[in-house]
């Protein structure tokens, strides 16, 4: 499996912007379509964003379109979520997570073969 290490969490009022980045190591990363989720306190991990192997699709969850851009560096090995005009219910701990092999993009849990710690990030109001 692909190991995983977020970044670039933290506290942003209301309306800021925050990047997130996700690095991946152990397997060819080119081979992962990549996943971004999320978990506010007492709810359900939710996907948030994704990415196909080559950047080329991307899918979002409805309440971040327009605000959130998921990216990709292949040679980088790396995942980026740009998040702009942060509202407080984006308030959760963010995760990467990787597609098991042979998936398309992971839009649910069950599609996500690692995941990555987590970055907390925090909209204040």
């Known amino acids: 499996q692909v190991q995983l290490v977020e970044s670039g969490g933290g506290l942003v009022q209301a309306g800021g912007s925050l990047r997130l980045s996700c690095a991946a190591s152990?397997?060819?990363?080119?081979?992962?379509?990549m996943g971004w989720f999320r978990q506010a306190p007492g709810k359900e991990r939710e996907f948030v964003a994704g990415?196909?192997?080559?950047?080329?699709?991307?899918y979002y969850k409805d309440s971040v379109k327009g605000r959130f851009t998921i990216s990709r560096d292949n040679a980088e090995n790396t995942v980026y979520l740009q998040m702009n005009s942060l509202e407080p219910e984006d308030t959760a701990v963010y995760y990467c997570?990787?597609?098991?092999?042979?998936?398309?993009?992971?839009?649910?849990?069950?599609?996500?073969?690692?995941w990555g710690q987590g970055t907390q990030v925090t909209v204040s109001s």
């Open positions: 152990g397997r060819t990363f080119s081979n992962y379509a």
């Open positions: 990415i196909s192997r080559g950047g080329t699709t991307t």
């Open positions: 997570g990787a597609s098991r092999a042979s998936m398309g993009i992971p839009r649910s849990l069950p599609m996500v073969g690692s």
